[in-house]
């Protein structure tokens, strides 16, 4: 009955063999928890970035004939202008995710530390960096959309679906720190912290409200750029706490040096 059972055991392991011959084997025997966790989140993000960037190109694509279709010629001259802008943006922001991932190089400390930290405070301040040139390419866009007086055609959304991947813990920390921390400290930045619209229409005209509309654009973005690193600096400070009092309650002293 042992040796049945052995057999059933070795099974997988004899198939696997037989499959892939020794990659499986030797890819797990070299692997390294430390350069190669953080090796394999490099390529993802790079990944990534190469999705982001094809489903931001299909999308300005894909919508063109559309929209030119209906558009005026003044819209069609403008639209022409924020298309080659959103061209631009759909490969300069799936780069910052590239930038992102290739941060990741180098050693950590425990792989507790390295996903629990490394990874979310590289996706909080990803998530600015994205929001931000997202608001900054749909400013310029309504700049241009004021200077002609027009509605333009400039799509961005094709890639949001790449960014809410990165999402997850962000919002999930932003949740649970506005509830520990008292006093409604975090309320005034709450508003700040989420997602940009990456579908937003953009329509201008020659009016004072549609000046101050695109500056108001920019100072939106620089603010979404702060609030996302200011986020990023609160969770190291709170996971720094939290680790400490792990590591007390593992090994209770007192924070008194001996003389």
């Known amino acids: ?7 059933v055991l070795d099974l997988p ?24 966790v953080r090796s394999y989140f ?9 999705g982001m960037c094809i489903l931001m190109v299909w999308g300005l694509i894909d919508g063109a004939g559309d929209y030119f279709g209906s558009a005026d ?21 799936p780069n910052v995710v590239r930038m992102r991932g290739d941060s990741f190089a180098g050693n950590h400390s425990s792989m507790t530390h390295f996903l629990a930290h490394d ?33 333009v055609y400039a799509p961005l ?7 809410n991947m990165f999402w997850a813990a962000p919002s999930w920390y932003w949740t649970e720190a506005s509830a520990l921390i008292p006093f409604g400290v975090l309320d005034t930045l709450g508003a700040s912290f989420s997602m940009a619209d990456w579908n937003a229409s953009i329509s201008g005209s ?17 603010i979404l750029l ?19 009092i792990v590591g007390w309650v593992q090994n209770p002293h007192l924070p008194i040096k001996n003389s």
Not at 16 to 33: K, M, Y
Not at 82 to 87: A, E, K, N, V
């Open 1 to 7: 009955m042992n040796e049945i059972i052995q057999k």
């Open 226 to 244: 702060a609030v996302f690193h200011i986020a990023a600096a609160l969770y190291g400070v709170l996971y720094n706490a939290a680790a400490w």
């Open 119 to 151: 990874v979310v405070k590289t996706n909080i301040r990803l998530l600015g960096e994205l929001g931000a040139l997202v608001v900054v390419t749909q400013a310029l866009c309504m700049a241009v959309a004021t200077v002609f007086n027009t509605s």
């Open 157 to 163: 959304g094709g890639g949001e679906s790449i960014a």
């Open 42 to 50: 490099q390529t993802i993000y790079s990944w990534l970035a190469l």
């Open 13 to 36: 392991g004899q198939i696997a063999g037989r499959v892939l011959g020794s990659r499986v084997s030797d890819t797990l025997d070299g692997f390294d928890s430390s350069n190669g």
């Open 73 to 93: 010629t003044m819209g069609m001259i403008a639209s022409i202008v924020t298309s080659l802008i959103c061209l631009v943006a759909a490969f300069a922001i």
């Open 206 to 222: 020659w009016s004072w409200d549609s000046i101050m509309g695109t500056l108001g654009m920019l100072v939106n973005a620089v």
